[in-house]
């Protein structure tokens, strides 16, 4: 009879279903039951795909470095998701794509400079306490690489915020120190062209150099449906409208909208970070507050904190209301009716 | 627990050590868990200022627990641990100034310590002085042990030391500045629960199949 009941909720479950926290099998959806042919690998390695031109930019501006850097990232990522998962005798799913994409996101917060052992700290830290700590994939509450990215710069303040200048690291040993161009303008004020900012001829982490790399990505993404609009777009717009307010008034102290945007990993933020669909709000309401209130907050923290960078902590900062705003902005069920408030 | 009853003094000592140890099982006294951790040393010395002040006022508050009327039972238990906490950072400063100067403001904190309220409240106003004792003997050296250790682990990792003293070259180790920033602190804290409740769930999980 045991048996018999066990046999069951194994058919009537999905075969992808997750075993739930309390290791739940049966899971009851609610209408409608469409059916479509994506799956979690599908959608990852598609993201993976969408990060190639990036990749491929970092690669041609700092050399063999950004490549060696990916390659421990993602490998230290699958081997703390596969030792994680055994050890925690959950099944094994390295090969879904997420710790990939959590590997290749992390390298590319990181500067070219930056020392292999620092790497593997961080893609521990990021598998290991963002992501299988709280329950594995679609369980955490923060964005992996991001906590990792966080742990490493509270870890190696200095290693994580050494620059090289692009194209540089392939002709020396001891490649030239610089200042990436948000640094530039908050400690010294200089501005950076434009077109450097677009292309990624500057210096700065593997994933903040080309815009139009990271943009062919995201436009890619957002054309076979992965990515919200709304969370992009949302993050950029208020990005650009809230540094737009304050280049209006003060053109000399404040930098332009453009340079907010294509400077530092404002576009990757916004592409492959922002749009997590793990981390992000489900309600389009949760999603449009979640995204302007996070660009806000980048523009705040680049402008008046201490820190030349804001994408990463906004993100983080904004992550940890995520519960709160699928809550509180839950749609009316329809046919629904309003209680009174009498 | 059935030997309670007996006052075994040796289980009153013992249950201080894991049972009840403070900071991991208790949860209580987290703030100079988390604030002063960041080495060793003094790790070990706001573990023995509290052992000091948590024994003296075990002492004298179940000595005096039969004459002190209950409404008023907290100002006095207060007052006593006030004065005890004055002569611990009084003696601190006039002999080791660089533990006192390090501990800064925690060494006065230990008035509010839960850690101390709790056990006078819990324990010591409805025990007689000697078991009161071996509690707070327990107690306060479960709790200077666990502030050790996690000076330990931050220390080593944090600064690449052992007791101030160099141990890793930093050729070799580039330390993780986080384990001696707060969030490092939360982060040892967070473990060491969790290793603590692994280790007592498996203890018990043998001893209900015994």
């Known amino acids: ?342 | 627990m059935a030997e309670n009853n007996g006052y075994s003094l040796w289980y009153e000592f013992k249950k201080g050590l894991w049972q009840d140890i403070p900071p991991f099982r208790l949860v209580l006294g987290t703030c100079p868990t988390l604030a002063v951790t960041n080495s060793v040393i003094n790790g070990f010395a706001m573990g023995m200022a509290t052992l000091f002040v948590l024994l003296g006022s075990n002492i004298i508050i179940s000595a005096i627990r039969k004459y002190v009327a209950p409404q008023v039972r907290i100002a006095a238990y207060v007052v006593i641990i006030a004065l005890l906490v004055t002569v611990a950072d009084m003696f601190l400063a006039a002999f080791f100034p660089p533990v006192s100067k390090a501990l800064g403001p925690y060494v006065p904190l230990i008035v509010v310590n839960c850690i101390i309220l709790g056990r006078a409240e819990a324990y010591a106003q409805k025990n007689p002085v000697v078991p009161s004792i071996m509690d707070a003997l327990g107690i306060g050296i479960g709790f200077t042990m666990s502030l050790m250790v996690m000076g330990f682990i931050r220390e080593i990792l944090g600064f690449g030391s052992l007791f101030n003293i160099k141990l890793i070259p930093p050729s070799l180790f580039e330390p993780w500045i986080v384990m001696i920033l707060p969030a490092g602190a939360f982060l040892v804290f967070g473990t060491l629960i969790a290793v603590v409740n692994y280790i007592s769930s498996r203890k018990s999980a043998a001893s209900d199949k015994a």
């Not at chain 1, 959806?29 to 990749?55: C, D, G, Q, R, Y």
């Not at chain 1, 990215?149 to 001891?174: C, G, H, I, N, S």
């Not at chain 1, 292309?199 to 815009?211: C, I, K, M, P, Q």
């Open chain 1, 1 to 342: 009879m045991e048996d018999k009941t066990n046999d069951k909720t194994e058919v009537k479950s999905a075969p992808e279903a997750p075993a739930g926290p309390g290791g739940a099998r049966l899971f009851v959806t609610s209408s409608p039951h469409f059916l479509n042919n994506e799956s979690v690998p599908k959608i990852m390695h598609t993201v993976v795909l969408a990060l190639f031109p990036a990749m491929a930019a970092s690669v041609y501006f700092f050399g063999f470095r950004a490549l060696l850097l990916y390659a421990i990232c993602i490998g230290a990522c699958l081997l703390t998701e596969y030792a994680f998962q055994k050890y925690m005798k959950r099944p094994i799913k390295i090969y879904d794509g997420s710790a990939i994409i959590t590997g290749i996101l992390l390298a590319m917060t990181l500067p070219p400079g930056f020392p292999v052992f620092g790497a593997i700290l961080g893609s521990v830290f990021a598998i290991g306490v963002g992501k299988q700590l709280f329950g594995g994939l679609g369980f955490n509450i923060f964005n992996p690489a991001l906590l990792g990215r966080a742990f490493l710069m509270a870890t190696y303040p200095v290693l994580t915020t050494t620059w090289v200048e692009p194209r540089t690291v392939q002709k020396a040993v001891d490649a030239v120190s610089a200042a990436t161009p948000l640094a530039l303008m908050k400690f010294e004020g200089k501005l950076t062209p434009i077109l450097d900012l677009f292309t990624g001829n500057v210096a700065g982490s593997l994933g903040e150099t080309s815009a139009i790399a990271i943009l062919i990505g995201g436009l890619f993404l957002r054309y076979k449906g992965y990515v919200n609009w709304k969370l992009p777009l949302g993050y950029l717009g208020s990005m650009a409208i809230f540094s737009g307010i304050f280049w209006l008034i003060d053109p000399s102290k404040y930098p332009d909208p453009l340079f907010h945007l294509f400077a530092g990993g404002a576009m990757l933020g916004a592409w492959f970070m922002v749009t997590d669909m793990v981390t992000s709000p489900t309600t389009d309401i949760g999603q449009w507050i979640f995204a302007i209130t996070g660009g806000i907050m980048a523009v705040v923290i680049r402008l008046f904190g201490g820190l030349p960078e804001g994408v990463m902590y906004s993100i983080l900062f904004m992550n940890a209301f995520v519960p709160l705003l699928n809550k509180h902005t839950r749609p009316r069920v329809f046919g629904a009716i309003k209680a009174k408030a009498e």
